[in-house]
Antibody, heavy 118, light 105 residues
Framework: QVQLTESGPGLVHPSETLSLTCTVSGFSLTGYSVYWVRQPSGKGLEWMGRMRYNGDTSYNSALKSRLSISRDTSKNQVFLKMNSLQTDDTGTYYC????????????WGQGASVTVSS | DIQMTQSPASLSASLGETVSIECLASEGISNDLAWYQQKSGKSPQLLIYAASRLQDGVPSRFSGSGSGTRYSLKISGMQPEDEADYFCQQSYKYTFGSGTKLEIK
């Protein structure tokens, strides 16, 4: 059974760094790519970046200067780090699995709620 | 960057009614288009990929169509469990539409 679970702090102070972990099961990180997508409260979805099955990464150009995605295949984990957080970074952060090599997200985690506030 | 314009922003439908939601891409996207459903408080779920292919387990009342820059999601016979937000996504560069809130009338 495919599962993705996000974990991390619920509260981050402005200008600090957000660190989230996506722990996956039911598939291999060397066989599937994992994406990060975020959603401000009550708003739409924004693709943030991708950890490809071969270890390559790509990022949304709007976030690239602040964002880093890495992984530990031995632990089945993908990591997101984003620095210089501001209040408009508040929202729910999802990790998702890419359906084969298609850009389509066929499995989603339950989401990690992040609030940026002093 | 490719922009996805989704319409309408919201609509309400009676049970059994057929509903359509549209997405317009700023340039041709060669059927690289997916639709997701997000129920209140839940994560999005994949409904349709490659513009018209139904994801496993999705009811057949959902269908997708389109080509070039225009794509649509149709629900043939609105059910109570279809009340949700719907998003299109251009799957080549990952851009999402702004979403459609579908409610029961």
């Amino acid at each position: 059974q495919v599962q993705l679970t996000e974990s991390g702090p619920g509260l981050v102070h402005p200008s600090e760094t957000l660190s989230l972990t996506c722990t996956v099961s039911g598939f291999s990180l060397t066989g599937y790519s994992v994406y990060w997508v975020r959603q401000p409260s009550g708003k739409g979805l924004e693709w943030m970046g991708r950890m490809r099955y071969n270890g390559d990464t790509s990022y949304n150009s709007a976030l690239k200067s602040r964002l880093s995605i890495s992984r530990d295949t031995s632990k089945n984990q993908v990591f997101l780090k984003m620095n210089s957080l501001q209040t408009d970074d508040t929202g729910t952060y999802y990790c998702t699995r890419e359906r084969r090599v298609s850009g389509v997200m066929d499995a989603w985690g339950q989401g990690a709620s992040v609030t940026v506030s002093s | 960057d490719i922009q996805m314009t989704q319409s309408p922003a919201s609509l309400s439908a009676s049970l059994g009614e057929t509903v359509s939601i549209e997405c317009l891409a700023s340039e041709g996207i060669s059927n690289d288009l997916a639709w997701y459903q997000q129920k209140s408080g839940k994560s999005p779920q994949l409904l349709i990929y490659a513009a018209s292919r139904l994801q496993d387990g999705v009811p057949s009342r959902f269908s997708g169509s389109g080509s070039g820059t225009r794509y649509s999601l149709k629900i043939s016979g609105m059910q109570p469990e279809d009340e949700a937000d719907y998003f299109c996504q251009q799957s080549y560069k990952y851009t999402f539409g702004s979403g459609t809130k579908l409610e029961i009338k």
